[in-house]
């Protein structure tokens, strides 16, 4: 079946610093890859999404490359703040039917001044 | 708009007793999920409706029952609690086709004791 891999947290940062969290994946046919963050007491929220293989998503500085190569979707951003402080869960989507999506175990992210 | 809501936020149940968690979205989105979020395991799908008048298990549906009582509106209800089930519950709601982002409530923290 379809599996996500992410590296364990929690990764803590200085404010300004580049961030790279890896996430790899397993599946059968052609996924949808996103990243979702959640800020602490909060639901999950859409922070970027790819397609097909050599989509690049971006949103709020974050970017993250749709490798179908290396089955990987890391989530980089080049200078990190404060309230960037969160939980990021990489996930997959089945190409099948509902739309169910896959998650990662989460990666904690603590920046700090 | 609203978007995805929860009722109630937080809920203390003893073993054995019943409850429903309630979900409502006003996205007019077809597809409608509950993912349960555990320490160290990432969100995992309990049961979905891709479409109003289906529903299906996900990957950890024993335990739980669901009822799509219409467009808006997706339940999950614990028949005889256990303290396994303490975790936090996420409705998600998206479009069809597949691919589509899922939109999050901001879940419902239960404890069994």
């Known amino acids: 079946g379809n599996s996500v891999t992410q590296m364990e947290g929690p990764v803590t940062l200085s404010e300004e610093a580049f961030l790279t969290i890896n996430c790899t994946y397993t599946a059968t046919g052609y996924p949808s890859l996103f990243w979702y963050v959640q800020y602490p007491g909060e639901g999950l929220q859409l922070l970027l999404k790819a397609t097909k293989a050599d989509d690049k998503g971006s949103n709020k500085g974050f970017e993250a490359t749709y490798r179908k190569e290396t089955t990987s979707f890391h989530l980089e951003k080049g200078s990190v703040q404060v309230s960037d402080s969160a939980v990021y869960f990489c996930?997959?989507?089945?190409?099948?039917?509902?739309?169910?999506?896959?998650f990662g175990t989460g990666t904690q992210l603590k920046v700090e001044l | 708009n609203a978007g995805v809501t929860q009722t109630p936020k937080f809920q203390v149940l003893k073993t054995g007793q019943s409850m429903t968690l309630q979900c409502a979205q006003d996205?007019?989105?077809?597809?409608m999920y509950w993912y349960r979020q555990d320490p160290g395991m990432g969100l995992r799908l309990i049961y979905y409706?891709?479409?109003?008048?289906?529903?299906d298990k996900g990957e950890v549906p024993n335990g739980y029952n669901v009822s799509r009582l219409n467009k808006r509106e997706f339940s999950l209800r614990l028949e005889s609690a256990a303290p396994s089930q303490t975790s936090v519950y996420f409705c998600?709601?998206?479009?069809?086709?597949?691919?589509?982002?899922?939109?999050f409530g901001p879940g419902t923290r239960l404890t069994v004791l």
């Open positions: 996930a997959l989507s089945e190409t099948g039917g509902g739309n169910k999506l896959t």
């Open positions: 409706s891709a479409s109003e008048g289906t529903t």
């Open positions: 998600a709601s998206s479009e069809v086709p597949i691919r589509s982002e899922q939109f």
């Open positions: 996205m007019n989105h077809n597809s």
